[in-house]
């Protein structure tokens, strides 16, 4: 009797520690899917601003003074190529031309362009992914 | 029958602690892989930052230059007639001017301190007389003729081309880049770009 009783007792101790390994490893398992998500979504991003930045250098003058004085919600205002692109990825996460996003212009000639085209996207909090360069056209 | 249940008691526990082993392994490699997931997006941002920082360095020399073009009064016939960039070489080259390099063409390093372009960017450049002007190939070479007696770095007189270098550098936290443009008008358009 003795010895069935211990049979049982070690028989819970072992389901129960089975039972916080495998909750151990779920909870490892959705922290590593949300990592590798939100790291695909930073990588989306940067190519969407990069697209958009690569555009902005290759533009004219005169699309560069339109961006100067647009809002970056209406930048394909001054030409197709400046708005974000496909604005959902394959898996549906929305992205967006974040209001940070501008064109000054300036420097010693007045010829210079100061870029910065951030592009951001909401998961479990809002992430953005920033790039700035300079243009002389 | 007892020495053999003797011999039994503590299996189950033996099987669990394997099972935990092989939980502990899977969780520990699938931690590995997201951060390796996530530090090579970071190095690829990182990259990035830092080679549009380099962009934003040649865009600022070429500004400069377009200050210097002004200042001089130098209209394309007279860049055609009167030996490319020699003027504002010379300028370059005097006095250890910032935007000048501080070396040779081929291992040009800049004068100008890294400039911030924001808290984790920066950037400089130099700039410099194209490695293949003449000047610097055929040193005291009379075909075509110019440069008597002006150190290479300050003479465009030989290059028919008229070739000027810009280096620039951009850096951001780990990353950094170097980028050469080569210009050859006073209307500053790029003629030649490199990547090192």
Known sequence: ?137 | MRPRRRRDRGFSLFIVLMLITVMVGVAATVILSTQQDLSVAGQDREALSAFYAAEYAAARAKDFLAGAVAADGITPASFAAGGGWTPILAQLTAAGAPEGCATGPTTASARMPWQSLDATTRWTYCIHNNADDLAYVDPGGSAPPGCVGKSADACDERDPSHVLTIEAWGAYAGAQAHVAVDVASPSLKTAAWRQY
């Open chain 1, 1 to 137: 009797m003795r010895a069935r009783g211990t049979t049982l007792i070690e028989v819970m101790i072992s389901m129960a520690l089975v039972l916080v390994g495998m909750l151990a490893l779920f909870r490892v398992l959705g922290t590593s899917i949300r990592g590798s998500a939100t790291a695909s979504h930073f990588s989306q991003a940067e190519l969407r601003a990069e697209t958009l930045i690569e555009a902005i250098r290759m533009a004219p003058p005169a699309a560069l003074t339109c961006l100067t004085t647009t809002a970056p919600a209406s930048w394909s205002t001054c030409g197709a190529s400046f708005a974000l692109g496909a604005s959902t990825d394959r898996n549906g996460q929305a992205y967006v031309l974040d209001g940070k996003s501008r064109v000054v212009a300036g420097g010693a000639s007045g010829n210079f362009y100061d870029v910065t085209v951030v592009v951001g996207f909401t998961d479990d909090a809002y992430h953005s992914v920033a790039l700035r360069t300079g243009v002389y056209p």
